[in-house]
């Protein structure tokens, strides 16, 4: 628990003069900080999207982004692929019928607007006007909302000193149309699921819109990950050549990769373009288990029926079905070295050897920490992957079990009883986290 006596304000910025205005009364705050305040605190600050915040010793600034890499998604017909100068075209159709309720949810990806073009937020140490080191920090799979990862990257920028990326991954977080996340709709969309599919299993407001998606197109899951790829690096491109003005040009960083967060951030490691990589240290939380050792039928992140039919796609019948979808093919099996090593994460057994491969030339720059009660990351098949079949990968992976009640979706859980207990292992987590980082 932290003791500080501190003062906490929201500013902004006069159109004109440039010069900081304090909104609203300063708050003084003479008590021991718990993961609660924090918590309500960070939500309040960042509510209104108009105002430059300041909280403690740290401070948001907000950057556009344009996904040069969407042009990649299902929904044109023509593609062409710059890294081999190949002009490609689609042989497969936009989806099938087998999920499909509404268009507004099936519209086409490529015509996702808010996917190509949003906002994205850094966390900085208060008072450097260009970071030269900063985190990555990815999140979890199907989230729409950043509000639980506020104190983590607080805890990450205050005690690494580093700035804090918050990049969302394709179709997620604020890339995702507002109508996917209208609770009335989605409810109403979801009632309409289980009438159709009597048997789905987890079938809610929070999960339809992405459920509905990969159920009528599992491909979806490799389009969205590629294209996540790609926008990492266009960021990295675009901060080395100093069109960042909040990072410089000779930066270090690292990876925090929580839940699916953590597939994508081995992806980037390992396949380490350009030599970007190669001495960035991750962080897996509550991730690092292939594809097919998941459980993700949860309310919030994938009904039964979505799971089977991916499932079936990635793991079944993939190999027939890149042969069928020669477009899908070129960027898994043909020279494309993220293609491999995503193919490589699906499946345990088959994607074994090059994995292990990996994983062995990395060991001493991962650390993972898992959750004992965790059922969709679960524990042992976080170890049975990082240390490698034969436990010769000399891996970190600490296993921990909170003394409170959590959830892989909610760890460190708001408004319970147990608020002590959450804000010590929320303490022990990230002090973890952030001496491997360090």
């Known amino acids: 628990m932290i003791n500080i006596a501190a003062d906490y304000y929201f500013v902004t910025k006069t159109p004109n003069t440039n010069k900081n205005i304090v909104i609203g009364s300063k708050l003084t705050i003479n008590q021991s900080m718990t993961y609660s305040t924090d918590y309500q605190l960070l939500k309040n600050a960042v509510s209104n999207p108009e105002i430059k915040h300041e909280i403690g010793n740290i401070e948001f600034k907000t950057l556009n982004f344009n996904s040069l890499a969407h042009n990649i998604l299902p929904g044109a017909e023509n593609y062409y692929c710059n890294y081999h100068n190949l002009k490609l075209q689609k042989n497969c159709s936009f989806y099938n019928e087998v999920g499909k309720l509404g268009n507004d949810i099936h519209i086409e990806d490529i015509n ?16 450097i006007e260009r970071a030269n080191k900063f985190v990555l920090l990815f999140h979890g799979f199907n989230e729409k909302d950043w509000t639980k990862y506020w ?14 990326v918050l990049f969302p991954i394709a179709f997620h977080m604020q890339r995702t149309p507002k109508h996917w996340s209208d609770k009335r709709a989605m409810y109403k969309l979801s009632e309409s699921r289980k009438k159709r599919f009597p048997n789905v299993v987890n079938s809610t407001l929070f999960n339809v819109a992405i459920s509905m998606r990969l159920h009528s197109m599992p491909q979806r899951f490799i389009w969205s990950g590629l294209q996540s790829y790609y926008d990492v690096i266009q960021f990295l491109d675009e901060c080395k050549a100093g069109k960042n003005k909040y990072i410089k040009p000779n930066f270090n960083f690292n990876i925090f990769g929580y839940s699916i967060g953590g597939l994508l951030a081995q992806i ?36 039964s029926e979505a799971n089977v039919a991916l499932y079936s796609f990635l793991i079944e019948h993939f190999e027939k079905m890149l042969q069928q979808d020669k477009l899908l093919n070129h960027y898994i099996k043909e020279d494309h070295e993220e293609g491999k090593i995503f193919y490589s994460m699906l499946d345990y057994q088959k994607g ?35 240390k490698g079949a034969y436990r010769d990968i000399n891996i970190k992976v600490e296993e921990l079990d909170y003394a409170h009640s959590y959830t892989h979706e909610i760890p460190f859980p708001i408004n319970t009883k147990d608020q002590q207990l959450i804000n010590d292992s929320f303490e022990l987590t990230f002090s973890k986290v952030c001496d491997f980082l360090k």
């Open 112 to 127: 996702v607007s808010t996917n190509a073009n949003f906002d994205y937020t850094i966390v900085m140490p208060k008072g």
């Open 151 to 164: 104190p983590w990257a607080k805890a990450i920028c205050e005690q690494t000193q580093s700035a804090v």
């Open 268 to 303: 980037l490691k390992f396949a380490n373009f350009k030599n970007y990589f190669v001495n960035t240290k991750l962080v897996m939380y509550c991730s690092g288990a292939t594809f097919n050792r998941l459980s993700p039928v949860s309310k919030y992140i994938l009904d």
């Open 352 to 386: 074994r050897v090059i994995r292990e491969q990996f994983l062995k030339k990395y060991e001493n720059q991962i650390y993972a920490i898992s959750l004992k009660k965790d059922f969709i990351f679960p524990s042992f098949e976080i170890i049975n992957n990082l």
